[in-house]
C-alpha cells in the first residue's frame, strides 16, 4: 500500500502544550489515587496498586528506554512541550521515584487495614509460629528447593538476569582473606508462586513473599558457603526496540527474533530492598553495568504488580466491590441466528455492561453456518483460552474460506500472537501477520453469507479488541450492520491490507493513515467556521489519549472561534485547557474507575444533525499515521440515540471524573449546586440492567416442547 498525502493543521508552541510523558505518569497517579480512596473496597485498592506498578513496568520499559536511547545519542531535539531528551528523562526519573514512594507507602497502610480483616502480608518469617516455620520448611524443600538454581557471577563469569523476573542476590565471604567477597544470583523463575500461603489455625489468609522464604534458608541454598546477605532484586531492560522490516524477509522469524533480543538489551532500572549492603550493591551496579542513578530502593516486595495474584484469594467478599455481572442486551437474542437480526437494522452494544456474547456468537455461528461462505478478521490481542479462535479454526476445517490479519507486531503480545497463527494456519485458515510498516489496530470481521437474494455482507466493527477476557474488564463500543455500503468498504479494507491494492475513497468508513486524520481536522473546521458564523458549535470526543500536535492545534482554533469543546480523555492529554485566549472553551475530564475506558467516540453538532463515529483509534500521531485504524459512522436512528445517551452520561460523572487544568493537575469533579452525583459507569450498569429487565418482562410468553433430537447414524425412519 502507499500512503496519500495528508491534511495538516497549524502547529503550536511549546507553552501550548504539555509534555507526553509527564502526562502518562499523570494518568498513573489517578490509578493510585483509586488505590488511595477510603471508599474503594481494601482488595479493589489493592488490585489498584498492583495495576500501577504493573503500568509504571511498560512505561520504563518503553518509553524511559526510548529516552535512554535518545540521550545516548546525544539528540538535543526538543519535544513539542519544549523539553529535550535529557531534560524529560530527568523529570520522568524524578516522578517515578515520588510515585514509587508513594506506592509502598500505599502498601504499609493497606497491609494493616488488611491485616484486622485476616488477610495478612507478612515481611519475614518471624511473625510466624514453630509450627507454621515447620510446615513452611517441609514446603521450602518440597516445592520451592528443587526448582531454584544459584548462578556465580563475576568478570569472568557474566549473567544477565531476565527482565522483570524476581532474583536474590546472594553476597558470599571470599575464599580467601585478600580476595574480594563473591557474588551470585538466583532466579526465581514464573513456575514458583509469588507468595506462599500459610496455613493459620485462625483461619487467616497469611501470604510471605517467596523472596523472604528464600532468605530464611538460604544457608541451605548455598550449602557449605558462607553467606553475609541475601537481598530481593529485579531488572528492566530496555523494550524500545523495533523490527527493521526493511532487513527482515520474513516477518515471523523476525519477531521471534525481536523476542530473543528483548533478553539482552540493557538493564535501565534496578529494583532492589533498602536492606542491600553497599559491598553488595557495588558488586551488582558493576556487574549489571549501572549507575546509582538508576537504582530504586523499595522498603517490601519487589515486583508490587505480583500483587494481583492474591487479590482474587477465595472469600473476603466484603472487601470487594459488588461484582457487575454483564447482562444480555435487549438487542440480541442469543438463542436466535445473529444474522438474522443484523439483518432487521444496526445494533450497537456498550461493552461491559452488555454482554460480549453476541461478538463471540457472530463468529461462532458464521463458523457453523452452511450459508457462510467466507470470514475475514482482524486480531490484535487474543485470549490465551479464546473461542473466536477456536471458532476460525473451526469454520477453516470445514471449508469456509477463512481470512485472519494477526498483528504479530503487537507489543508484548508478540509471543502468544506467534503461537495463535501459527495453530490458525495449520488448520488450514489464510494468515497474514500485518502490513509493512504499519501496525493494523483497526477491530474489523467480515462475514459473507449467501442468501436467497444473494450475497450479504455481515460486519462488526468494535472500539475493542477481540478478546473475551479483556472484553469483561474494558469499557467499548461494539456495532454491527449488514448495510451495502459499509460491508463493500470492509471488503476494501480487507483486500488493502491482505493484499498490495490501494483502497479508493470508501463509501462510509475512514481508514488511517488515508483518511482518518484530514476528516477528524475537516469536521473540526466545520465545527470552527459555524462559530465564526454565529451558529451554534460543539464537540464531544471521548479517547484514551491526546497527544497530536495537528489535532490539538485544530481544537485550540476552534476554542478561539467560541467551538464548545468537551473531552473525556482517560491517559494522556497534551492539550492545555481552560487558557485565555486559546482553550477557554474546552473541557478535558478523566476516568478512572472499575473498568478501563477503551471507547473512542466523537460527535460534531454540525448545524444539529450531529456527525457521530466510534473509531479503534486514539488522537495520537502513531495512530493516525502509522497504524492502519478505522473510523466508522452511527447512522441508525436506535444505535446514534444509545450512543449519544452514553456519551452524555460520561461527562455527567461527579465521583470518579477529574477535571485537567492547564498546569497539568487534575482535580476531582464535584457536584455543582443541588446536582445529583452520578458515577457514570455505575449509571450505565443500571442503564443496561433496566434495559435487560424491561425485555425480559415485555417478553411473550412461549411454550417450548422439548423433543428427542434426531440422530442420522441411528434413525433410519424419517
Sequence with gaps: MTMKKKK??????????LNRELSWLEFNQRVLLEACNPEVPLLERLKFLSITASNLDEFCMVRVGGLKLLVAAKIRRTDPSGMTPRQQLVAVTRRMRKMVADQYELLESLSKELSEHGFVLLEGVDALTDEQRKWLEREFMDNIFPLISPVGVGDDRPFHPTGLLLHCAVLLNPVASD???RLAFIPLGP????????????GRAVFLPIEQVVAWQIAAVMEGQSVRECVPFRVTRNADIELREDLSSDLLVGMQELLDDRLETECIRLEVHRCASRALMNAMTRQLDLDQAEVYYVDGPVELRSLMAIVQTDGFECLRPEQWEPVPSPDVDIKECIFTQIARGDILLVHPYESFDPVVKFISDAADDPQVLAIKQVLYRTASQSAIVEALIRAAQVGKYVTVLIELKARFDEARNISQARRLELAGVHVVYGVRSLKTHAKICLVVRRERQGIVRYVHFGTGNYNEKTAALYSDVGFFTCRNDFGADASDVFNAITGYSQPQSLRRLEMAPFSIRSTILKLITNETERARNNEKAEITMKMNSLSDDGII???YDASRAGVKIKLNVRGICCLKPGVPGMSENITVVSIVDYY???ARIFRFRNGGLDDLYISSADMMTRNLDKRIELMIPVLAPGARKKLLATLDVYFADRVKARNLYPNGDYRLATPRGKEKPVRAQ???????KAAARLQEQTKPTMLEPYHRKRNPQTDTTP
Excluded: G, S
Excluded at 495538516?8 to 502544550?17: D, G, H, L, Q, S
Excluded at 513456575?191 to 485462625?202: E, G, S, T
Excluded at 455505575?682 to 443496561?688: G, S, V
Design 8 to 17: 495538516t493543521a497549524p502547529t503550536v508552541t511549546a507553552n501550548e502544550f
Design 596 to 598: 478501563l475506558e477503551h
Design 682 to 688: 455505575e449509571e450505565l450498569y443500571r442503564r443496561a
Design 553 to 555: 492545534a485544530a481544537l
Design 191 to 202: 513456575k514458583l508462586p509469588r507468595f506462599i500461603r500459610i496455613p493459620d489455625a485462625a
Design 179 to 181: 580476595e574480594a567477597p
